[in-house]
């Protein structure tokens, strides 16, 4: 299943002056759900689209005296956003046969904003990786529907957020969540051979709260998702199912079980424990146990 990742519309960023200074009640509102869609793409790992050539032209047109107008924080609470959230990085492109509907790339935008913008609409039609959802303040488009990219090889449609309240956002980000679905091979109870046991999980109560606190808290490595157990002190990977769903597995922190990236995000030595071998009567083991447990036999 291809990841989530959003595309934030040009035009929240960037305004039209002379709209602003006859709808400034519209921006009102906008600077109220900006930071909702702010905070839902940060509490759910969702990267955005973006690249430093765009975030250059953002903070070159960002309208840094309309804002302070309304409300001063809303800049800093933007500018920190765009700094901290996750970045997908695209190349440069061009096709003159490309449109979209609604037009997402305004009059007002200056030429190398229209240019930049063009290159991220091709990023997406020509996308194979993830599953982009396009996010804007439907106050700038007044659109029902998802996002249509044309080109003169053809059409496709984006999943798409046109957001009129906050309602709107989340009830959104609700369906793009990820979602955890226990695998019955890593019963803790059952798992065995080669196959991990999953800790966090009890299998006789089928309470998945814990589980998807962890996933829904963890970092993405490659097609997979990581966090560390804290109360079994144990990583744990989460991969998917194929149905839209989740399970997770306890790993070894031992070899390369854990990537670097992992383990410097969390700086913690996880549990090492033995292959389970139910035919032996073992149930991951942790070896640091059994190292104590040892006795030596004449």
């Known amino acids: 299943m291809k990841k989530i990742a959003a595309i934030l519309d040009i035009s929240t960023f ?3 002056q002379l709209d602003f200074n006859t709808n400034k009640h519209s921006y009102y509102q906008l600077i109220g759900l900006a930071p909702i869609v702010y905070e839902q793409v940060e509490d759910n790992r ?5 690249r430093a050539k765009l975030h250059d032209f953002l903070m070159l047109d960002f309208p840094y005296s309309n804002i302070n107008q309304i409300n001063p924080d ?12 996750h970045w997908i990085s695209y190349d440069d492109g061009n096709d003159l046969s490309i449109s979209t509907n609604p037009n997402i790339v305004k009059n007002y935008f200056s030429d190398d904003l229209k240019k930049e913008s063009c290159s991220q609409i091709l ?4 996308n194979v990786i993830f599953r982009y959802k396009y996010i804007a303040y439907n106050y700038f488009h007044n659109h029902t529907g998802n996002l249509l990219i044309s080109t003169a090889a053809g059409q496709i449609e984006v999943d798409s957020l046109f957001y009129e309240s906050e309602a709107d956002v989340v009830q959104f980000f609700e369906q793009c ?4 679905k226990h695998s019955p091979k890593h019963d803790q109870y059952k798992a065995g051979g080669k196959i991990s046991p999953f800790s966090c999980y009890n299998d006789r109560t ?3 709260t814990k589980a998807q606190k962890l996933l829904s808290t963890s970092y993405s490595f490659g097609n997979d998702f990581y966090n560390f157990d804290a109360e079994n002190e144990v990583y744990v990977r989460f991969v998917d199912s194929n149905d839209g769903t989740y399970h997770g597995f306890d ?3 031992e070899g390369n079980n854990i990537p670097n990236e992992i383990k410097n995000r969390f700086n913690k030595n996880g549990r090492k424990f033995q292959a389970n071998n139910r035919q032996n009567g073992f149930r991951n083991i942790d070896i640091r146990y059994v190292r104590r447990c040892q006795v030596h036999l004449p």
């Open 177 to 180: 969540k990820i979602k955890f």
């Open 251 to 253: 790993v070894s922190d």
């Open 14 to 16: 960037v305004w039209n």
């Open 46 to 50: 969702v990267p955005i689209l973006l």
């Open 123 to 126: 990023h997406i039609y020509g």
């Open 206 to 208: 089928g309470d998945p």
């Open 74 to 85: 809303y800049c800093s609470l933007t500018l920190s956003f765009l700094t901290k959230v």
